[in-house]
């Protein structure tokens, strides 16, 4: 069993950054690829970011490509979202999610989070 807690959610202004934080509770972290999702008031669950076990392979959507940065550190067992230049578009919940394998499929992820608001204010 994976628990995962996300921190690190806020309130900022357009142009702002903020860094997610996702620490998990279990011995195999470096095992499990990782992902980062966000959903927002009516609308359907989306991926946000996805890193390997390794740490080697990423895939980011394009909303975010260029802005956002996954990484984790699993001496830590923790996986970090850093976003920059936020919009008010970015306004969710983000996830933090553990698989097998990074894709952007949502159902792939076996453990999930309790998520953590973000707000974006134009």
């Known amino acids: 069993q994976v628990q995962l807690v996300e921190s690190g959610g806020g309130l900022v202004q357009a142009g702002g950054s903020l860094r997610l934080s996702c620490a998990a509770s279990?011995?195999?972290?470096?095992?499990?690829?990782m992902g980062w999702f966000r959903q927002a008031p009516g609308k359907e669950r989306e991926f946000v970011a996805g890193?390997?076990?390794?740490?080697?392979?990423?895939i980011y959507a394009n909303s975010v490509k260029g802005r956002f940065t996954i990484s984790r550190d699993n001496a830590k067992n923790t996986v970090f979202l850093q976003m920059n230049s936020l919009k008010p578009e970015d306004t969710a919940v983000y996830y933090c999610?553990?698989?097998?394998?990074?894709?952007?499929?949502?159902?792939?992820?076996?453990?999930w989070g309790q998520g953590t608001q973000v707000t974006v204010s134009s």
């Open positions: 999610a553990a698989g097998p394998t990074v894709v952007a499929t949502t159902s792939l992820y076996q453990y």
């Open positions: 279990v011995r195999t972290f470096s095992s499990y690829a």
């Open positions: 890193m390997s076990w390794s740490g080697t392979y990423t």
